[in-house]
């Protein structure tokens, strides 16, 4: 089955830096990637998704990432961090579609 | 509205006892998930669904059971809810590409 691994639980920026988490992935199969992200008491937000198009890929809030398959990478980067940006990121693949594995998840706290 | 509805969004239950937890979503989605999310696990899968006819058991569906009762609506149950069963569960949809799912707000369970 597919999974992923984040690396880093927590990661610390000050407000103005970049931002980059850290997601590799394994898949027997072409993999969807995914990038959410979590506030406090909410639900999951999708902020990107990778589905077999173009490699760079932008989403939501200034984020995007880079899929690298000699790599199995997939991280999340953004040029400066504001202070509402600090939530729970979550990295995810599935298998086309289906059966979506989340990873353990990074705190980014953002320091001003 | 929100798209995706859970209720209740807290419980506090004894040992023992039986829960349903509830979900409702307004996307005309064919499927949906029920996820448990733990500190530093991530989300998991405990069971989905791809239409009202469709149950699948996830990776830990173990002292669950769930019921898809419409297209719209699909309810987690725990039959025996034990304290290791506290966390925050979260039910999500997708359409039948399944790139990219939309959560609820989640319901935090404690068990005592």
């Known amino acids: 089955a597919q999974s992923v691994t984040q690396l880093g639980s927590h990661v610390s920026v000050s407000e103005g830096a970049l931002v980059l988490l850290r997601c590799n992935y394994s898949s027997s199969v072409p993999p969807y990637l995914f990038w959410y992200v979590q506030y406090p008491n909410q639900g999951l937000q999708l902020l990107l998704k990778y589905t077999s198009a173009a490699t760079l890929v932008k989403g939501i809030n200034g984020f995007e990432a880079e899929f690298k398959k000699s790599e199995t990478s997939f991280h999340l980067t953004k040029p400066s961090a504001h202070m509402s940006d600090a939530a729970e990121y979550f990295c995810?693949?599935?298998?086309?579609?289906?059966?979506?594995?989340f990873g353990a998840g990074t705190r980014l706290t953002v320091k001003p | 509205d929100a798209d995706v509805t859970q209720t209740p969004r807290n419980r506090i239950t004894k040992t023992g006892k039986r829960i349903m937890l509830e979900c409702s979503q307004t996307k005309g989605h064919d499927r949906m998930y029920w996820y448990r999310q733990d500190p530093g696990l991530g989300l998991r899968l405990i069971y989905y669904s791809f239409d009202v006819k469709d149950i699948n058991k996830g990776e830990i569906s173990d002292g669950y059971s769930v019921s898809r009762q419409a297209q719209a609506k699909f309810s987690l149950s725990l039959e025996s809810a034990i304290p290791n069963q506290t966390a925050l569960y979260f039910c999500a949809t997708s359409d039948y590409r399944g790139d990219g799912y939309t959560f609820g707000s989640g319901t935090r369970l404690t068990v005592v």
């Open positions: 995810a693949v599935s298998d086309q579609g289906n059966d979506m594995r």
